[in-house]
């Protein structure tokens, strides 16, 4: 199965700053890999999809890079709303999915 | 409006069993492949079970293979976990989600449905 690490686990940032988080897979995925976000209590919300394409809705400070095994999430002007945690997921056809163990962006 | 309303979860024995429901609204449901994502207090997200559109096949977690078993009726808009010989470590909430193969992701999340496994 693939394994998914992200980092950091916790990352602080102000508003208004610029937050990058990475994750890595145990092997090549292509550019099958999304990110979501989670605030508590919340069931997650879909940010990005093929490594790089915004679902419909989300904001352009979001965006996503990468393809293979390393993938980045940058959000590039943080604002008060983007204070929650970030998790990504793989997704490898006709096979187990698998997600990362999380980013909380904190103040 | 895409809706996903899960039901079902509990306070159950260790060992024993329950089923948990997601009735869907909002899209052609027999068009999506559907799935079940748990969170356990105060984990991360863990990926349970998939089954393509008109289960023509199921994939289960190794932590969950032969305990779970995901299953679908496209008439009634529903998908269905059954979970068998539950473990503490299966308290979790438990979510279903609509995935987009195009996209490899998912897009759609219910409210999500607690189950607690405690003697």
């Known amino acids: 199965d693939i394994q998914m690490t992200q980092s950091p686990s916790t990352l602080s940032a102000s508003v208004g700053g610029r937050v990058t988080i990475t994750c890595r897979a145990s092997q090549s995925i292509d550019n099958w890999l999304a990110w979501y976000q989670q605030k508590p209590g919340k069931a997650p919300k879909f940010l990005i999809y093929?490594?790089?394409t915004l679902e419909s809705g989300v904001p352009s400070r979001f965006s996503g890079s990468g393809s293979g095994t390393e993938f980045t999430l940058t959000i590039s002007s943080l604002q008060p709303d983007d204070f929650a945690t970030y998790y990504c997921q793989q997704y490898t056809h006709n096979g187990p999915l698998s997600f990362g163990g999380g980013t909380k962006v904190e103040i | 409006q895409v809706l996903l309303v899960e039901s079902g979860g509990g306070l159950v024995k260790p060992g024993g069993s329950l089923r948990l429901s997601c009735a869907a609204s909002g899209f052609s449901f027999s068009d999506y492949y559907l799935t079940w994502i748990r969170q356990a207090p105060g984990k991360g997200l863990e990926w349970v079970s998939y089954i393509t559109t008109r289960d023509e096949a199921t994939y289960h977690a190794e932590s969950v293979k032969g305990r779970f078993t995901i299953s679908r009726d496209n008439s009634k808009n529903s998908l269905y976990l059954q979970m068998n010989s539950l473990r503490a470590e299966d308290t979790a909430i438990y979510y279903c989600?609509?995935?987009?193969?195009?996209?490899?992701?998912?897009?759609?999340w219910g409210q999500g449905t607690l189950v607690t496994v405690s003697s």
């Open positions: 989600a609509r995935f987009g193969t195009l996209t490899g992701g998912f897009d759609c």
């Open positions: 093929k490594a790089s």
